[in-house]
């Protein structure tokens, strides 16, 4: 069965960096975009970014843009992401998600259970 | 940047009613909607997508419609395993979410 499991994230200071990892099984990783998605706790869902499954131009979010980076190894059937000048508001609960659709890149269609990065002095 | 505001924010309902929820584009995203269930603690699930089809799995009493600005998620007859948020997506242009409506008991 389709499997997604986050790991990397932790209590941070605010202008630092982390990396999460998402290790994918139970389907073919390299057919499909990965997304991210956030949570901040007690708040909606925030689409982060989504590496199409080609490895081609990858897409963020405006609140992101400059500061993350997204990247996969389908070699490993690994997802990343890259976090860099990390504030206060990137708090939140980061989901990857798999792409409903093979070959798309637009409807995070099944996700792992997220893991909580909290930046914070 | 494509905003997306759903409505209402809170909506108190009983077992069994006819639930109906809106959400609007600032801008056309032809049929590029999703919609997603979530429960306290859990990760959310794809209900909708394209905006009226329904994702394998999910019950027929879920059903969404629009194009264009306007769409709605509408639940037939809300069930107990129904009390949750909802969220709309669009991914016409990147992706963005609408900020959630609790369907709470009445």
């Known amino acids: 069965q389709v499997q997604l499991v986050e790991s990397g994230g932790g209590v941070v200071q605010p202008g630092t960096s982390l990396s999460l990892t998402c290790a994918a099984s139970?389907?073919?990783?390299?057919?499909?975009?990965m997304h991210w998605v956030r949570q901040a706790p007690g708040q909606g869902l925030e689409w982060v970014a989504v590496?199409?499954?080609?490895?081609?131009?990858?897409f963020y979010s405006d609140s992101v843009k400059g500061r993350f980076t997204i990247s996969r190894d389908n070699s490993k059937n690994t997802l990343y992401l890259h976090m860099s000048g990390l504030r206060p508001e990137d708090t939140a609960v980061y989901y990857c998600?798999?792409?409903?659709?093979?070959?798309?890149?637009?409807?995070?269609?099944?996700w792992g259970q997220g893991t909580l990065v909290t930046v914070s002095s | 940047d494509i905003q997306m505001t759903q409505s209402p924010s809170t909506l108190s309902a009983s077992v069994g009613d006819r639930v109906t929820i809106t959400c609007r584009a600032s801008?056309?995203?032809?049929?590029?909607l999703a919609w997603y269930q979530q429960k306290p603690g859990k990760a959310p699930k794809l209900l909708i997508y394209k905006a009226s089809s329904l994702e394998s799995g999910v019950p027929s009493r879920f059903s969404g419609s629009g194009s264009g600005t306007e769409f709605t998620l509408t639940i037939s007859s809300l069930q107990p395993d129904d009390f949750a948020t909802y969220y709309c997506q669009q991914y016409n242009s990147q992706g963005t979410f609408g900020q959630g409506t609790k369907v709470e008991i009445k």
């Open positions: 801008q056309s995203i032809s049929s590029w």
């Open positions: 139970g389907f073919s990783f390299n057919y499909y975009g």
């Open positions: 998600a798999k792409d409903r659709q093979k070959k798309g890149a637009g409807t995070p269609g099944f």
């Open positions: 590496a199409p499954y080609d490895t081609s131009v990858q």
